[in-house]
């Protein structure tokens, strides 16, 4: 079964700077997906960036940005310019190749962007 | 495009009671999972419908079920509710040939 790991709880970031956050994976599939969804505090879901493992091209999504670093299962995303309205709890996930839609997730971290 | 909708959104119910939740996908959809966010447990995939038929299933006993209808709403249904049954249950919603899910707002149930 795979695993998602984000050993990262909390992570605050300053206005306006950048902050990566990290993302850790198992798994014996050689193709995949991962996203990283974000929850704010109305705990609607938001899909913030998708990337697919057989492209070596890392995702961006204006100012967000993942590292994909296939062989060594690390899915990281940076956050650009941060903002107020960033501050969220993110989440990792996984998804196996197939028709099945199932994400496996991880716990997730809280950024906290101070002004 | 409207997104996925959930109802209700708030449900309280006490311990032994059964409860159904709704969800309507973004139109054109057919794909609906359901996930369950406790903050112990964190996310946990609960099962995928897809074309009226269940395509997947986790972790969890024969109390949660589901089911799709022919215009791809879904519903859940928890039996003899517990207290650890408290969460918010999460629906989401895939388009045809692509690989991402899209969130409705949740439905927060409460147990006592």
């Known amino acids: 079964a795979q695993t998602v790991t984000q050993s990262q709880p909390e992570m605050s970031v300053q206005e306006a700077e950048t902050v990566t956050l990290s993302c850790t994976y198992d798994?014996?599939?050689?193709?995949?997906?991962l996203f990283w969804y974000k929850q704010p505090p109305s705990r609607q879901m938001i899909l913030v960036i998708r990337?697919?493992?057989?492209?070596?091209q890392n995702a961006t999504e204006n100012r967000f940005s993942v590292n994909f670093q296939k062989a060594a299962k690390s899915f990281s995303l940076k956050i650009s310019d941060s903002q107020l309205g960033d501050a969220a709890m993110y989440f990792c996930?996984?998804?196996?190749?197939?028709?099945?839609?199932?994400?496996?997730f991880g716990s997730g971290t809280q950024l906290t962007v101070l002004p | 495009k409207a997104g996925v909708t959930q109802t209700p959104r708030y449900l309280i119910k006490t311990r032994g009671q059964q409860v159904t939740l709704s969800c309507s996908p973004i139109?054109?959809?057919?794909?609906v999972s359901w996930y369950q966010q406790t903050p112990g447990q964190g996310l946990q995939f609960l099962f995928e419908?897809?074309?009226?038929?269940?395509?997947n299933k986790g972790n969890f006993p024969g109390r949660f079920s589901g089911r799709q209808f022919s215009n791809s709403r879904s519903e859940m249904n928890v039996s003899t509710l517990e207290l650890g049954d408290s969460a918010l249950y999460l629906c989401?919603?895939?388009?045809?040939?692509?690989?991402?899910?899209?969130f409705g707002p949740g439905t927060r149930l409460t147990v006592l």
């Open positions: 989401a919603s895939s388009p045809p040939g692509l690989h991402e899910q899209f």
């Open positions: 798994t014996s599939e050689s193709d995949y997906y």
């Open positions: 990337q697919e493992a057989y492209k070596q």
């Open positions: 996930a996984y998804r196996s190749p197939g028709s099945a839609r199932q994400l496996t």
């Open positions: 139109s054109g959809h057919r794909s």
């Open positions: 419908y897809f074309s009226e038929t269940q395509r």
